[in-house]
Each structure stands twice: as C-alpha cells, then as structure tokens.
C-alpha cells in the first residue's frame, strides 16, 4: 500500500514536466501550423520546438503510404541540426497493372 502511495507521487511530480511539453507542442501544432503548406517544413518545425523544449532529439523519420501509381510512399528525415529535411520518394518496383499486362500477354 505505503509503495503504491509512493509510485503515485512520483508520477505526480513527473507529470507536470511532460504536460508543460506536451501541452506546448500540442498549442503550436493547433495554432500555427495550419497555414503551413508542406509537411517537411512542419515536420522540421516540429523537431526544433522538440529540441527547444529539452527533449534530446538526435534522429526522426516519417515514413507515409501513398496511394498513387508511381510512388510507393514519403520519407522524412530529419537530424539535430538540419535546417532542411530530407524527404525521398519510394518508386514502385513495377508499372501499374503489371499482373494483367503479363496474364494478357501470357
């Protein structure tokens, strides 16, 4: 009993660190990202105000899905101390339709 009176202290006193952060980031996601228009800009943002509130950020990565039928998906990648992210596209490895050009052909 006594040790779960202390675990509950202790988040206690962690939470406000983490809210404060949390709630900051969340503010400028909500309020002036809107009127960004690429997400790379945003993401690169986003790792700065990270690093700006104290959280040790070296490396971050988003990888998305695209549902298009020349590219597979969007990375990008951001390092401590980039001003620009890199962003690659992943190509797919055959045109569209391939199956029913090669049962057609076949």
């Known amino acids: 009993m006594k040790?779960?009176?202390?675990?509950?202290?202790?988040?206690?006193?962690?939470?406000?660190?983490?809210?404060?952060?949390y709630d900051a980031v969340l503010i400028w996601l909500l309020s002036e990202t809107y009127d960004k228009r690429?997400?790379?800009?945003?993401?690169?943002?986003f790792c700065q105000k990270l690093e700006r509130q104290g959280l040790p950020l070296a490396r971050a990565v988003v990888n998305l899905r695209v549902d298009h039928p020349q590219w597979l998906g969007?990375?990008?990648l951001w390092r401590s101390g980039m001003i620009e992210a890199d962003l690659r596209l992943r190509e797919t490895l055959q045109p569209p339709f391939m199956p029913l050009r090669i049962f057609v052909s076949a």
């Open 38 to 45: 690429y997400l790379d800009v945003i993401f690169v943002e």
């Open 74 to 76: 969007l990375r990008v």
């Open 3 to 21: 040790a779960d009176h202390q675990r509950a202290e202790r988040s206690d006193q962690q939470k406000p660190l983490r809210s404060t952060l």
